[in-house]
């Protein structure tokens, strides 16, 4: 249960991600988002952040979303998976604004931590 609430958390912050990162390039303008998209703005520093932090995310989250399935289908309790998902969870939501911050190092040790979480998530699987 634990972990199956960590897994819809995740997912909900990618749409956020997704959100933000679409809604960012129109600098949050409702009419350009609802619109045709054929002539797109250039992006800003922002917009181009927050889009490269969601192709992270895209990176990350099959591994995570396989680490969290392999729980659950191993026949051991998922839960034992939980802790590493959580550390994946708070990380990559700190992830997002670091990365848009742009302060250097910040965002990659988050990204590490993140996947320590996945490492955590791995190794429960033993």
Do not use: C, H
Request: hydrophobic share 60%; proline share 4%.
């Amino acid at each position: 249960m634990i972990l199956t609430t960590i897994v819809l958390l995740v997912l909900a912050l990618f749409l956020i991600q997704i959100f933000l990162q679409e809604t960012s390039r129109f600098g949050f303008d409702l009419s350009g988002i609802v619109g045709n998209r054929d002539n797109l703005p250039g992006m800003t520093v922002v917009a181009a952040r927050l889009d490269r932090a969601k192709n992270n995310m895209l990176e990350s989250l099959p591994l995570f979303l396989g680490l969290a399935m392999l729980a659950f289908v191993n026949g051991g309790d998922p839960n034992n998976a939980a802790s590493g998902a959580m550390v994946f969870l708070i990380a990559r939501a700190l992830y997002v604004p670091a990365y848009v911050s742009g302060i250097p190092l910040l965002r990659s040790l988050i990204w590490l931590v993140g996947n320590i979480g996945l490492l955590m998530m791995a190794l429960m699987l033993f």
